[in-house]
T-cell receptor, first 113, second 112 residues
C-alpha cells in the first residue's frame, strides 16, 4: 500500500514469484491511473496505465487491476526478477481536472535471490 | 529517458542565490512539467506548460518561476533559493493533458 510517512512500505519476494503491489487512491472522480517504477537515482519510468472504463489491463509481465467500488488499484508482476527491484507508485487523475496527476509515495519492492 | 535531458544533474548553492534548471526534450511534445520529489511526499507539481509561452501553476509553485520560449526547452528558476527548496527536481513531458508522463533523470539540488 501507499506510505503515509517517511518510511516506504516494503514488499519482499523471491525471484520467480509473482508480486502484487497495492494502491488505494483518494478521489472517486479519478478516471485515469498510471503505475511508475523508480530505481535509485533515476527518474520514474512508465509501466502501464488504465482508464476507468476498464477493470484490467495487461502488459508484458505486468497486469493492472482497477476496483472503482473500493478505490483500489493493484500492479501484478509475474515471475519477478532482480531487475524489478525498485520503488513503485501509482498516480491518479481526473480528466478535465487540469493537469494534476496525484502521486502516491510508493512501495519498495525487494527481490530476493 | 524518453528524449529528455535535465541539466545540471547536481547543484549545490547557497541560500538567497538564483538557480535555473533546464529541461530539454527532443520528442516535440506539447506539454512539459516540473515536479519536485521529497521523502514522505509523492511527486508534487510545481509548474507546467501547455505550449510555447503558455504556462500555469501547480500545487507548490511559490518561490518558483518558469519560462518556455521554445517547444523543446522548459526552464525552472528559483529566484532566491531557500533551504526548503532542497529537493530532487524532475522534468516530465506528455503529448496531451490526459496522457501518461515521461520523466527525465532528475536534478539533485541542495541549498545550504
Amino acid at each position: 500500500g501507499e506510505s503515509v510517512g517517511l518510511h516506504l512500505p516494503t514488499l519482499s519476494v523471491q525471484e520467480g514469484d509473482n508480486s502484487i503491489i497495492n494502491c488505494a487512491y483518494s478521489n472517486s472522480a479519478s478516471d485515469y491511473f498510471i503505475w511508475y517504477k523508480q530505481e535509485s537515482g533515476k527518474g520514474p519510468q512508465f509501466i502501464i496505465d488504465i482508464r476507468s472504463n476498464m477493470d484490467k489491463r495487461q502488459g508484458q509481465r505486468v497486469t493492472v487491476l482497477l476496483n472503482k467500488t473500493v478505490k483500489h488499484l493493484s500492479l501484478q508482476i509475474a515471475a519477478t526478477q532482480p531487475g524489478d527491484s525498485a520503488v513503485y507508485f501509482c498516480a491518479e487523475k481526473v480528466t478535465g481536472g487540469g493537469n494534476k496527476l496525484t502521486f502516491g509515495t510508493g512501495t519498495q519492492l525487494k527481490v530476493e535471490l | 529517458d524518453a528524449g529528455i535531458t535535465q541539466s545540471p544533474r547536481h547543484k549545490v548553492t547557497e541560500t538567497g542565490t538564483p538557480v535555473t534548471l533546464r529541461c530539454h526534450q527532443t520528442e516535440n511534445h506539447r506539454y512539459m512539467y516540473w515536479y519536485r520529489q521529497d521523502p514522505g511526499h509523492g511527486l508534487r507539481l510545481i509548474h507546467y506548460s501547455y505550449g510555447v509561452k503558455d504556462t500555469d501553476k501547480g500545487e507548490v509553485s511559490d518561490g518558483y518561476s518558469v519560462s518556455r520560449s521554445k517547444t523543446e526547452d522548459f526552464l525552472l528558476t528559483l529566484e532566491s533559493a531557500t533551504s526548503s527548496q532542497t529537493s530532487v527536481y524532475f522534468c516530465a513531458i506528455s503529448t496531451g493533458s490526459n496522457e501518461k508522463l515521461f520523466f527525465g533523470s532528475g536534478t539533485q539540488l541542495s541549498v545550504l
